[in-house]
């Protein structure tokens, strides 16, 4: 069975480093076209995707944030982390880690329950 | 690349729900869809414009042509009311990108 879970803060100040960590089982980063990604969910707002690390160590950003991204694996632990520098109250949300595979054109199949960040000072 | 959905749709219980995610030459896509509820991790119900991930009811169905895909979801129940997001993977951008989703309304 794949499970992913998220975990964080629950509350950064603004201007601040936010680091999340996505723990999973059931699967392995080291396997051939496994990725996780990072999606957010602002308050009554739509999904937006942030970022994806492959099982090769390929790394792909939003464009929108990929100056303050970055994504990592630790493989041996079987945990993504997710950095977010120089937070504003406009990235409280709550952010998502997922599961896809390059087999089936990277949909994300499994998804974590979400850890929810209040960006606020 | 932007992916455009209806903010809402409606349908009474028993119909059909059709929503549609607009995109630029979206057929040369891999079209997949999520259901999001309320408090809830989003769920996949289609990938591939039209497959069907294991455990998801055959009244889920997709498909894409030209500038548009659809998910179509039939006989509609009390309990597939949610927000409905497409999503693509943009290969010349390197990044995904998710439709702004559509919130069925079973009425």
């Known amino acids: 069975q794949v499970t992913l879970r998220e975990s964080g803060p629950a509350l950064v100040k603004p201007t601040q480093t936010l680091t999340l960590t996505c723990t999973f089982s059931?699967?392995?980063?080291?396997?051939?076209?496994?990725?996780v990604n990072w999606i957010r969910q602002p308050p009554g707002k739509a999904l937006e995707w942030l970022a994806r690390i492959d099982w090769d160590d390929d790394k792909y950003y939003s464009t929108s944030l990929r100056t303050r991204l970055t994504i990592s694996k630790a493989t041996s632990k079987n945990q993504v982390v997710l950095t977010v520098t120089n937070v504003d109250p406009v990235d409280t949300a709550t952010y998502y880690c997922a599961r896809s595979t390059v087999t089936y054109y990277n949909a994300m199949d499994v998804w974590g329950q979400g850890t929810t960040v209040t960006v606020s000072s | 690349y932007v992916l455009t959905q209806p903010p809402s749709v409606s349908v009474a219980p028993g119909k059909t729900a059709v929503i549609t995610c607009g995109g630029d030459?979206?057929?040369?896509?891999?079209v997949h869809w999520y259901q999001k509820k309320p408090g809830q991790a989003p769920l996949l119900v289609i990938f591939y414009d039209s497959d069907r991930p294991s455990g998801i009811p055959e009244r889920f169905s997709g498909s894409s042509s030209g500038n548009t895909a659809t998910l179509t979801i039939s006989r509609v129940e009390a309990g597939d009311e949610a927000d409905y997001y497409c999503q693509v993977w943009s290969s010349s951008a390197d990044h995904a990108v998710f439709g702004g989703g559509t919130q069925l309304t079973v009425l």
């Open positions: 030459n979206i057929e040369n896509y891999s």
């Open positions: 059931g699967f392995s980063l080291n396997t051939s076209e496994m990725c």
